[in-house]
Nanobody, 125 residues
Framework: QVQLVESGGGLVQAGGSLRVSCVAS????????MGWFRQGPGKEREFVAA????????LSADSVKGRFTISGDVAKSTVYLQMNSLKAEDTDVYYC??????????????????WGQGTQVTVSS
């Protein structure tokens, strides 16, 4: 079992920055690749970015490239999503994800093994 707990969401103005975090726990969490998805009301859950704990593999969706950066800190068991130049359309619930296999881009929700509870990010225009 892997547990994922997100934090760091909130309200920010367009053009601003925000960092969300995901703390992973459980005996085997280091065996999983980590990712972020987002989902708005009435929309499908959308892949944002993914990383391996070693940092050797990183993926980002085209919609966030150049603005969002994913990183992991093994010592803190934490994966971060640094979001810069935020836009109103980035408003969503952001979910942390763990997958046994590091997929190609975009990650598919059906191949995610564990989800966090989500954290709301709201960007005001």
């Amino acid at each position: 079992q892997v547990q994922l707990v997100e934090s760091g969401g909130g309200l920010v103005q367009a053009g601003g920055s925000l960092r969300v975090s995901c703390v992973a726990s459980g005996r085997t969490y280091l065996n999983y690749a980590m990712g972020w998805f987002r989902q708005g009301p009435g929309k499908e859950r959308e892949f944002v970015a993914a990383v391996t704990w070693s940092g050797g593999s990183i993926l980002s969706a085209d919609s966030v490239k150049g603005r969002f950066t994913i990183s992991g800190d093994v010592a803190k068991s934490t994966v971060y999503l640094q979001m810069n130049s935020l836009k109103a359309e980035d408003t969503d619930v952001y979910y942390c994800a763990a997958a046994r296999v590091f997929q190609g881009s975009p990650w598919r929700t059906g191949e995610v093994d564990y989800w966090g509870q989500g954290t709301q990010v709201t960007v005001s225009s």
